[in-house]
């Protein structure tokens, strides 16, 4: 586990260099990199000790790597620029060209882009009330696991956000970062794709 939050903590460069170029100070003690750097160390340990394939286990830690930069860093400044997003999508669509089903995810993905497009230019008429990085994440998360777990990431993250955000409107504070949130909740669906538990409701 302390071998992997050294490696978390190595990956977080990126975050820095965005930081020091947008003029945002570094906070190595900041409760979202320390909290973020464990989290990631404790998803690691538990991808690596699943039991499935370890080409699934490898594509997750993939994912991990890059969803850790990207709620780091919306966490920090409240953006999640197109540097991390886009790479991160291009890297999603790249990983299912040597797979079957890359015909299926490639119309998946079409499908979510269209939707997201439309939903932006719906509801970012006026006022940006979704950020344009939290839709190419939300499309990022359809090219790597594809429309269904991108749904369930979506809901989750949203459900984890609007409790955390009623707490933090009670403090005073009207706004708060959405991308963090659907990276935890495509980090619960990684997991629970691996492990395959047995939810009876």
């Not at 594509?59 to 966490?75: E, G, N, R």
């Amino acid at each position: 586990m302390f071998t992997f939050s050294i490696i978390g903590r190595t990956l977080l460069f990126r975050v820095r260099y965005f930081l020091s170029d947008t003029g945002h100070l570094w906070y190595k003690t900041h409760p979202a990199v320390l909290s973020g750097i464990w989290l990631y160390s404790i998803a690691v340990a538990l991808i690596i000790l699943s039991s499935s394939p370890l080409l699934y286990r490898i594509h997750a830690v993939l994912i991990l790597s890059f969803i850790l930069q990207m709620a780091v860093t919306d966490a920090l400044t409240g953006l999640l620029p197109g540097t991390f997003t886009r790479r991160f999508l291009i890297a999603g669509m790249l990983s299912q060209i040597t797979t079957d089903i890359w015909w299926f995810r490639t119309t998946e993905f079409a499908t979510a882009a269209i939707v997201l497009f439309c939903l932006h230019k719906l509801v970012n008429r006026h006022r940006l009330n979704i950020g344009t990085g939290d839709l190419w994440l939300i499309a990022g998360i359809t090219a790597w696991s594809g429309l269904y777990n991108a749904i369930w990431c979506v809901l989750l993250g949203t459900g984890g956000f609007v409790l955390w955000h009623s707490t933090w409107c009670i403090k005073g504070h009207k706004e708060g970062p959405l991308g963090p949130w659907l990276c935890f909740g495509h980090v619960l669906l990684l997991l629970d794709n691996l492990y395959q538990p047995l939810w009876v409701i």
